[in-house]
């Protein structure tokens, strides 16, 4: 019997892409998987392919940044079968544009969704993930770890996840929380991604568009999923992908000037006066 069998699994952004992918290597584990989206099609769609590999499949169309319906998706989850035991904070987006560009209240409305909501969540179910000595997932990025350029807030978003999971794991690590940060360098994608462009004449076009141009491997969102489930079995705090980043984040801690040196060259250039 897999780990994951009959265990209640809550993927925010789970109608599409690696929220999907996640969702559905849950299901193949024998794991009940409820999803959330915003989009009623994309979520009905979305279940009706995981339906296919589970019958435990509990679509939620919902607005994470809104209280109410946050509460909605808790009552309904706990509801069809009881508390949770995994939530995969994945729901979240990029954006395009320099510093410069990116006003205030566009920094304000990416950390709504995603910091602030991932908090919200993983508070709503913080009771039912200690009881059941459960696990929060929480999806950052490399960004998390070292800033990248022309990619407006998104940075200042993901390290304050990367700050969140630190903190979950040293307040709620020793009553029983699994708490994993996974980071990963870009995902593939079927098809083209559209992100907010602010300040479009300062941003390169080799920074549009997936990873905003870093120099890395795509990565296979299913191949993901599987070491995602992997890292939990495991109960580790981290997953760094590519591995070998962790060595330029180590490099830019001891020496901030060496560690801009080289993100510069794995990233695109561009007029920045």
Known sequence: MSYWSEKNVLVTGGSSGLGFAIAREFARAGARVAIVGLEPSGVEKAAEELSHISSSILPLVGNICEEADVDRIVSSIRQKWGPLEVLVNNAGRSMRGTVQDTTPEQFRQLMELNFIALVRMTQAFLDDLLATRGHVVNIGSLAAKAAAKFVGAYPATKHAVAAFSQQLRLELGRRGLHVLLVCPGPI???????????????????????????????????????????????????????????????????????????????TPGGDNS
């Open 188 to 266: 593939a994608r079927t098809g083209d991604r559209l992100y907010r462009l602010e300040g479009a004449e300062r941003v390169p076009e080799a920074a549009r568009g997936p990873g905003a141009g870093v120099k890395v491997r795509s990565i296979s969102p299913d191949w993901l999923a599987r070491e995602i489930l992997r890292a939990c079995e495991a109960r580790k705090p981290e997953l760094v992908v590519p591995a070998k980043a962790r060595l330029l984040f180590a490099i830019a801690q001891i020496s901030p000037r060496l560690g801009d040196w080289l993100i510069e060259r794995f």
